[in-house]
């Protein structure tokens, strides 16, 4: 649960282990169903996610490559933004779906 009534910078919320063995490397690409909002309705809450200590402005997918294969490579999930008053929020759950696919070069 994250407080959007406080600002939040970097807060951690998920690990995820890459794996791949592709002699020539391979891709992140991180998308959001919502373009990078949390949505509740059709109210909006802008955030920006980090993946590999950057932070990466959803709005369009974002693709990261790397040059050589890994093996249970440890990269944390962070989301930070600015709280807003909690009378400019409406009540309700602020939700996106962040989708992350890994990819042979």
Do not use: R
């Not at 200590?53 to 790397?66: D, E, G, R, V």
């Not at 008053?85 to 042979?104: E, F, K, N, P």
């Amino acid at each position: 649960t994250l407080n959007l009534t406080q600002n939040a910078a970097s807060v951690k919320v998920a690990t995820l282990t890459e794996k791949s063995n592709s002699n020539n490397g391979y891709k992140v690409t991180v998308s959001s169903a919502n373009s990078g909002k949390l949505k509740n309705g059709n109210y909006l809450f802008n955030y920006l996610l980090g993946y590999n200590n950057q932070q990466l402005n959803l709005a369009t997918p974002q693709t990261q490559s790397y040059p050589v294969g890994a093996y249970n490579v440890q990269k944390d999930v962070t989301i930070s933004y600015t709280g807003q008053s909690a009378d400019t929020l409406v009540a309700g759950d602020y939700t996106d779906t962040v989708t992350l696919t890994i990819a042979a070069n």
